[in-house]
């Protein structure tokens, strides 16, 4: 844990103590908490936050990251869905569902939602790069239904 960590999480202990309505506040601690590798200990104040904010996109986003990590796919989708359905504009929201597909082998749905995101972002060309890996990996070559997402 480095001091900049230490001292955020006492910060933000603090500002919950005094403010326990905040989601701000929970949601700052979740990320040192993930500064710190305590992962669980970050997904209760990330819980925690979507409960006091549940319209807040980044928030479940955040959260599906460390199910990421943790290479939970299970928990990690409906986050990421929540997150697109929050704020549908995102290109990144739909290129962790791309690979959170990808992680379940389902390569047609990641190729769909990487559509998606390259339509939003289409100078991106990470994104692009990952279509290409993708369409090596698909059963179905570069036909994709973009009607999925």
């Given at each position: 844990?480095?001091?900049?960590?230490?001292?955020?999480?006492?910060?933000?202990?603090?500002?919950?103590?005094?403010?326990p309505?905040?989601s701000?506040?929970?949601?700052?601690?979740?990320?040192?908490?993930?500064?710190?590798?305590?992962?669980?200990?970050?997904?209760?104040?990330?819980?925690?936050?979507?409960?006091l904010?549940?319209?807040?996109?980044?928030?479940?986003?955040?959260?599906?990251?460390?199910?990421?990590?943790?290479?939970?796919?299970?928990?990690?989708?409906?986050?990421?869905?929540?997150?697109?359905?929050?704020?549908?504009?995102?290109?990144?929201?739909?290129?962790?569902?791309?690979?959170?597909?990808?992680?379940?082998?389902?390569?047609?749905?990641?190729?769909a939602?990487?559509?998606?995101?390259?339509?939003?972002?289409?100078?991106?060309?990470?994104?692009k790069?990952?279509?290409?890996?993708?369409?090596?990996?698909?059963?179905?070559?570069?036909?994709?239904?973009?009607?999925?997402?």
């Open positions: 844990m480095t001091g900049n960590s230490t001292k955020a999480l006492a910060s933000f202990s603090k500002a919950i103590s005094l403010n309505d905040k701000e506040y929970y949601d700052g601690r979740a990320r040192a908490l993930v500064d710190c590798n305590n992962y669980d200990l970050a997904i209760e104040d990330f819980s925690t936050a979507i409960n904010d549940p319209s807040n996109a980044d928030i479940y986003y955040q959260r599906s990251e460390i199910y990421k990590v943790l290479k939970d796919q299970s928990k990690r989708m409906p986050d990421i869905e929540m997150a697109i359905q929050l704020n549908p504009k995102n290109a990144e929201y739909y290129a962790a569902h791309s690979d959170c597909n990808a992680k379940m082998s389902d390569y047609n749905g990641a190729l939602y990487i559509e998606r995101a390259i339509s939003l972002q289409p100078n991106n060309k990470s994104y790069k990952i279509r290409e890996e993708l369409l090596k990996k698909s059963t179905s070559g570069n036909a994709v239904d973009k009607n999925a997402i």
